[in-house]
């Protein structure tokens, strides 16, 4: 990881009854920003400028950073509440 250690903002929430934990880094040396994103599996997002979020690498089992990743309801409705407009692959 490239960004720095300690987050700008931790956020914690119930997400479908479950806690979920979001970090987020307001700059990062490759992305305009980064996310952490923790649940059940971990799953990490650098964001362009254009609030596009790049898969950068996840916990979860079976998700393929190359190819189109396969992301969880849940993952997706908390990054659109996040401003994020597309997900893509690393």
Not at 61 to 81: E, F, H
């Amino acid at each position: 990881m490239q960004h720095r250690r300690q987050p700008d903002r931790v956020v914690t929430e119930k997400v479908a009854g479950e806690k979920t934990k979001i970090r987020i880094w307001n700059s990062d040396s490759d992305y305009q920003a980064r996310l952490e994103i923790e649940r059940d599996d971990q799953w990490q997002f650098g964001i362009d400028g254009d609030s596009v979020a790049t898969l950068l690498s996840t916990t979860a089992d079976g998700t393929d950073l190359a190819a189109d990743p396969s992301i969880p309801d849940w993952l997706d409705d908390s990054l659109a509440g996040l401003g994020i407009r597309e997900v893509r692959s690393a």
